[in-house]
């Protein structure tokens, strides 16, 4: 045998793969999911009508790459999408969102973070007493709310303790809906609210999310906390996002408890355009005014002093700006059913 020979034995083999093509998969028949959870890489996704659906666990696809796959998505799933034990799906699409809950860390961090998608009514929850409410963050809330495009809705607990309508009259200019609740008490407005809509429940730790929820729906064994009556904060009882079906129709979010809401990602720009009354006074502002406070020439003071706004609703609006920038002002009436004269607490 040759020495050629003898090393040609030693030779990798030549690779045998197919040439690459551009053409993809077509998941056109694939089954449509909603994300309702998310746990450690695996996500539970809801298949079929809001009553008649089952429950289907599935994993990110790798052709998605680094797309985010969030509570509330709308997804394309391939593989076994029965929902029998010891199945698994996967997520290869994630379809177009028609809202987007976002959050950065502080009013500083550029990085968006992704809450929800796809959901049109945020219900901000507060008590008016233990813990006393924070208008800071329900502006905060509210901001949010309006950049995403959802209908925001204020939910006051605990009104057994303390009077609700001076809470209630700050918000009132800005033309938020709400609703007062207790707890044992009926929830039959809640529900109202709630039906046939996709809401996300938001609040911080201690407000009475958890109690509300396991109200509206029997069997959610949502776990509930208590306040600490040394820091007047609750303790976080949800850890994570999670997807209810309403017994009348619809679906309810709950989220963990939250003592911070930046809005580094907001527009100031935009916020404006929430208030289409105030928007269409503001098209006669010069060109860059901020319609703050302090904005020189606004003619948003123009149209206040000649009587075509309500100066209580620009007041309120102009809050909401001061919110995103970082900022506080005073909420515009004391609540002396929370404790003594001070406004409610600011975040």
Not at 6 to 29: G, I, L, V
Not at 154 to 169: E, F, I, M, V
Not at 296 to 314: F, Q, Y
Not at 336 to 346: K, N, Y
Request: hydrophobic share 35%.
């Amino acid at each position: 045998m040759s020495r050629y020979d003898e090393e040609a034995r030693f030779d990798r083999p030549k690779r045998r793969t197919r040439p690459r093509t551009k053409d993809r998969p077509s998941y056109d028949d694939a089954a449509e999911g909603f994300v309702i959870t998310r746990d450690r890489g695996r996500y539970t996704c809801w298949v079929g009508s809001t009553n008649s659906g089952r429950e289907v666990t599935a994993m990110k696809a790798r052709q998605l790459g680094r797309k985010g796959v969030i509570v509330g998505d709308r997804v394309k799933l391939d593989g076994d999408a029965s929902g029998d034990e010891g199945t698994l799906a996967r997520i290869v699409e994630v379809l177009p969102r028609t809202t987007l809950l976002l959050r950065s860390a502080d009013d500083d961090d550029p990085i968006e973070r992704p809450l929800v998608a796809n959901a049109d009514q945020l219900v901000i929850v507060v008590a008016v007493a233990n813990p006393e409410p924070r208008t800071g963050l329900i502006d905060r809330f509210l901001v949010a709310a309006y950049d995403a495009g959802m209908r925001p809705l204020l939910c006051l607990t605990k009104t057994d303790l303390a009077a609700a309508d001076p809470l209630l009259s700050i918000y009132r200019p800005l033309g938020v809906e709400s609703v007062a609740t207790h707890q044992g008490g009926d929830l039959t407005e809640l529900r109202e609210q709630l039906q046939d809509r996709t809401s996300v429940l938001v609040g911080h730790s201690g407000v009475g999310k958890s109690t509300l929820v396991n109200g509206i729906i029997p069997g959610a064994d949502r776990a509930t906390g208590i306040v600490n009556e040394v820091t007047g904060r609750g303790r976080h009882t949800s850890t994570n996002t999670v997807v209810l079906r309403l017994p009348d129709g619809g679906w309810l979010i709950d989220t963990p408890g939250i003592r911070s809401f930046g809005l580094a990602h907001v527009d100031p720009d935009k916020l404006i355009h929430a208030f289409p009354d105030l928007a269409e006074l503001a098209e006669d502002c010069p060109r860059g005014c901020t319609h703050a406070t302090d904005a020189p020439d606004c003619a948003l003071d123009e149209a206040v002093a000649d009587g075509r706004a309500d100066p209580a609703r620009v007041t309120s609006f102009r809050r909401l700006l001061a919110s995103r920038e970082g900022r506080t002002e005073p909420a515009p009436l004391t609540n002396p059913a929370v404790g003594g004269s001070e406004p409610p607490r600011q975040a």
